[in-house]
């Protein structure tokens, strides 16, 4: 019997606390840490990005529940009850960003906040939060990809616990995990890399952010065994990256080439507003 990790972390007062939860909430806190640091630098206040987040959390998990139910409706109808069970899992993370980019725009229209700037500054944060929430599905063994073998996990040189843990249903399991976290990840520290040293406008971290995150999610999300279909065997989360990818690359173009009006991303410290 091969040694896995416990999906439970510890019992409090008799309500289990999961691995997945302590994983998702100090990914978030982190990413608000970092999002409220640049935001100061470019001129935003620091309540911005507290209050964004108390707006949006709670949306941005309506959000990826709701994606998730639609792509799976018959299986919810046949037992309604169960949209409520989010304990056994299925939040999807696209659904959670589209509902938090549409709570972003509400809130910087309302607070005459420039939505491109907001974008970029917390766009790194977020994917930060990504690749370590991926770990959270690793403590609950889901979103693991096809067969493999043990030598084959091996030749990654992953830690034993990480292959022990990949063997699920009888069978070593691909770690698409991983691949998600770590594609998260080098793209997190790129962006940083280029929004502290290359002259950019408003919105290209962003949309560098989609971009990246996009394409390495198609060719992912085509190795995971648990994916949401439409109709034609098509995978929803591949359709979406593949509508993202181009279109990010479209609006990246417009706005660098066509558009001249897009302002620089500038770290303007002592400015106390970014108004559109």
Do not use: C
Not at 182 to 202: D, E, P
Not at 254 to 266: F, G
């Amino acid at each position: 019997m091969l040694a896995q990790v416990n999906r439970v972390a510890f019992d409090l007062f008799g309500l289990q606390i999961y691995w997945y939860a302590i994983i998702i909430v100090s990914g978030i806190a982190i990413a608000l840490w970092l999002s409220t640091r640049e935001a100061l630098r470019v001129g935003l206040k620091e309540d911005d990005m507290s209050n964004f987040l108390l707006l949006a959390l709670p949306i941005a998990i309506i959000g990826a529940r709701l994606y998730y139910v639609l792509f799976d409706l018959p299986m919810y109808l046949a037992d309604p009850i169960q949209i409520f069970n989010t304990r056994s899992g299925g939040l999807a993370i696209y659904g959670g960003l589209i509902a938090a980019v549409i709570v972003l725009i509400v809130y910087t229209r309302h607070h005459f906040i420039d939505p491109w700037l907001f974008l970029d500054v917390v766009a790194p944060s977020v994917m930060l939060a990504q690749a370590m929430g991926r770990w959270g599905n690793f403590t609950n063994h889901e979103a693991y990809g096809g067969e493999t073998t043990r030598q084959f996990l091996e030749s990654l040189h992953l830690p034993q616990f990480i292959i022990n843990n990949m063997y699920i249903d009888g069978a070593f399991r691909q770690p698409t995990f991983f691949y998600e976290s770590m594609w998260s990840l080098l793209g997190f520290l790129i962006l940083l890399f280029i929004r502290k040293n290359v002259r950019i406008k408003r919105g290209e971290i962003f949309l560098g952010y989609v971009t990246w995150y996009s394409f390495g999610r198609f060719f992912i999300e085509g190795m995971r065994t648990d994916s949401l279909y439409l109709f034609g065997g098509i995978r929803v989360s591949q359709l979406l990256s593949l509508i993202l990818f181009v279109g990010g690359l479209a609006l990246f173009y417009y706005r660098r080439k066509i558009r001249k009006d897009v302002k620089l991303y500038a770290r303007d410290q002592g400015t106390n507003q970014a108004l559109i």
